[in-house]
């Protein structure tokens, strides 16, 4: 057991599943001597050679194609994508390809494919270093997509990915990757996709969010406690497939959701947790199902007054917390 | 454009009469099932096809130079008789256009001709043009990090190398010194648009300059040469030495696929003079010519291909279509079907 951040958590797994399966290999941009604009992989290049650790060509649409070529010839490839901003000439090989590989060609191929691809705001990214991509991705049935929020679950989470006979995509909230701390077994471990994991238990409302939000909200419920409310937050971890299990049990139980995402509102992540609450829920609830997020613009300005505008708050949670709980 | 001058190469040590005449009746066969399809199609039981006629020499002698027992083949929608020439049976053919439960591509989920085969590394992911060349450059890259000295293929049409996936899997190629052959079947239309308004070079295979290695053309209609020309590449690719782009000039002598109607942007004159460049007719010429092939053994030919296309026309038509059932079959492998 030690304490790591995110972003060690991500390179520290990256190493194992590399030693674990000859068929591992990493390829990105700048993945190799400067060890990814993250340091997602930094020092392998030199454990595991340059044939390892790939250095691609500044092109998105070649590698997650070339991480998909490889997937159906014996690989098992970990794409980088350096930004989620830049993943858009991509999503023909993997919305387009990737996802259909299994059921194109009636189970005789599969495609044991990671994409790493870190994402979201708060970091003066402005709009092309800020993108949240998930909802894309999570439309596609073929994908499985997974936000880890702590490094626990990163690292549980990335080498499920891994051994997964089928393209994952591993969402990486980038204002996560050194601001979040936590303990992190040194044994090996897997996380299952699919599998929403209560953080904070509570009896009064139920917070649903993922990635950077979780911690947030997490923030925020510990506020709303002090008032006397006391909220439970349920980290989704997997945005395809959702727990809708989890999510319906949770909302019944306390009665009242409250859905935390970075993301635009219109037609995303909570818009189905949404629906999944109004459907199985409906005669639980004492409130109505209430969603925060961002305004309807464009992600997110350079400014730092206006992206903190933007970005949902701990601040902003609890006001909806407290509105809420009111009701 | 390369000279056309009708002229095909005679037999070689690599490839002889014989076998000549063999790949000869892989290709009529190839014409007789691609003919039927098309009347399958009129008769509303083929929902789409796209034909191989006048591309046949080409994907016939571009196989006959590769190694079936371990080299990817990635195909796309017009590689009928090269499909045929690895080994595919006319009923197997058959049941992917008429979207047959035993299609065994796809189990009837894709178009014919998508999907991927169940006894050689052949595939065809989906309808998207050009998503195939990233695709072979990641393929042979995994052949090479495990040391196997098999080859991709990769075919795609003229239309295909005006997208930004080609330039980009070449490129990336050309860096690694991949053992990969890329595969270009230039009938000159990309659907309506001719190739003066997708490319302002001469030629695709002129290209290949720009990534560091060898481009070639070649006569599509030539067996030998084309043959040649793939053997070389072959022989390059294993030796670790590198792709090659071959360019092979054909004929689509006929519209882009059953839905659509050439007449509207080629004139009389251009089609009526495609007639000319149909390669089993200069095939059969050439066999002819070099007393490879009598008039009766051609006659022959072309019988046993007819009725062998009949026999798989009524044994197809009669299977049944997939039940419901199996379409959720496959879309992961345990969780993700269902949001």
């Not at chain 1, 250095?55 to 014996?74: H, R, T, Y």
């Not at chain 1, 993922?210 to 006391?230: F, P, R, T």
């Not at chain 1, 969603?291 to 970005?311: D, H, K, N, T, V």
């Not at chain 2, 929608?77 to 256009?97: C, D, K, S, V």
Request: glycine content about 8%; hydrophobic content about 40%; some cysteine.
């Amino acid at each position: 057991m030690s304490e790591q951040t995110v972003i060690e958590a991500v390179r520290a797994t990256l190493q194992s599943e590399m030693r674990r399966d000859d068929t591992v290999i990493v390829l990105g941009e700048d993945v190799g001597s400067r060890g990814g604009v993250f340091l997602a992989t930094d020092g392998l290049i030199d454990e595991f050679g340059e044939n390892r650790v790939i250095d691609m060509p500044l092109a998105e649409s070649l590698i997650c194609g070339v991480a998909l070529g490889a997937a159906v010839n014996g690989m098992r490839p970990v794409a980088e994508i350096q930004f989620a901003d830049f993943v858009w000439p991509a999503i023909n090989q993997l919305v387009g390809e990737a996802s259909k590989v299994r059921y194109g060609t009636n189970g005789v191929k599969t495609a044991p494919m990671t994409v790493r691809i870190p994402y979201g705001g708060g970091v003066r990214g402005g709009l092309y270093h800020s993108q949240s991509i998930e909802v894309l991705f999570s439309h596609t049935p073929g994908l499985s997509v997974v936000a880890p929020a702590t490094p626990y679950d990163a690292k549980g989470l990335l080498a499920t990915a891994i051994r997964t006979d089928d393209p994952v995509i591993v969402l990486e909230h980038k204002r996560t990757y050194r601001l979040v701390k936590g303990d992190v077994p040194d044994e090996d471990y897997t996380i299952p996709i699919g599998k929403a994991e209560i953080k904070r238990p509570g009896t009064d409302m139920t917070i649903v969010t993922y990635g950077l939000m979780l911690h947030y909200s997490l923030q925020a419920a510990e506020m709303a406690a002090a008032n006397g409310i006391d909220v439970e937050v349920l980290d989704l971890r997997t945005l395809r497939p959702l727990d809708a299990d989890a999510i319906a049990e949770s909302a019944s139980r306390t009665g009242k959701a409250l859905i935390v995402q970075e993301d635009t509102p219109a037609v995303s992540i909570s818009s189905e947790v949404a629906a999944i609450i109004g459907e199985r829920c409906f005669f639980d609830l004492d409130g109505p199902i209430t969603r925060l997020g961002p305004p309807e613009l464009p992600p997110m300005p350079f400014s730092p007054i206006q992206e903190a505008a933007f970005m949902p708050s701990p601040e902003k949670i609890l006001a909806a917390i407290t509105k809420l709980s009111e009701i | 454009m390369l000279t056309t001058t009708n002229k095909p190469s005679d037999p070689t040590e690599q490839l002889s009469g014989t076998r000549l005449v063999e790949l000869y009746q892989t290709m009529v066969l190839s014409r007789y099932l691609d003919e039927r399809v098309w009347l399958l199609n009129r008769q509303g039981k083929a929902a789409i096809a796209a034909s191989a006629q006048g591309h046949e020499a080409t994907q016939v002698a571009c196989i006959e130079a590769t190694d079936p027992s371990k080299d990817h083949y990635l195909i796309y929608y017009r590689q009928f008789a090269a499909m045929m020439a690895l080994g595919t049976t006319p009923e197997e053919m058959l049941r992917g256009f008429l979207a047959k439960e035993d299609d065994p591509m796809s189990g009837a989920r894709q178009f014919p001709l998508h999907g991927a085969h169940p006894r050689v590394d052949l595939f065809n992911f989906s309808n998207v043009i050009a998503t195939q060349l990233p695709q072979a450059a990641g393929v042979a890259l995994a052949d090479t990090l495990k040391g196997s000295d098999a080859v991709t293929i990769v075919f795609f049409g003229d239309g295909a190398s005006s997208q930004g996936d080609t330039h980009e899997a070449m490129n990336f190629a050309g860096v690694h010194k991949l053992p990969v052959i890329f595969f270009c079947e230039n009938n000159r239309y990309a659907i309506s648009v001719p190739i003066e308004k997708q490319m302002g070079v001469e030629s695709v295979a002129s290209r290949a300059a720009g990534y560091g290695f060898p481009g070639v053309q070649v006569d599509g209609t030539d067996v030998v040469a084309v043959h040649e020309a793939t053997k070389a590449a072959v022989e390059r690719a294993r030796a670790g030495d590198g792709p090659t782009l071959i360019e092979a000039s054909v004929e689509r002598l006929l519209p882009h696929t059953t839905d659509d109607d050439h007449t509207r942007y080629r004139s009389a004159e251009d089609i009526a003079q495609m007639a000319n460049r149909d390669p089993i007719k200069i095939l059969s010429e050439l066999l002819k010519r070099r007393d490879l092939l009598t008039d009766d053994a051609d006659a022959e030919i072309h019988a046993a291909a007819k009725k062998r296309v009949n026999v798989a026309t009524d044994t197809v038509d009669a299977e049944p279509y997939p039940s419901v059932d199996t379409m959720f079959d496959h879309v992961v492998d345990s969780v993700g079907g269902n949001f």
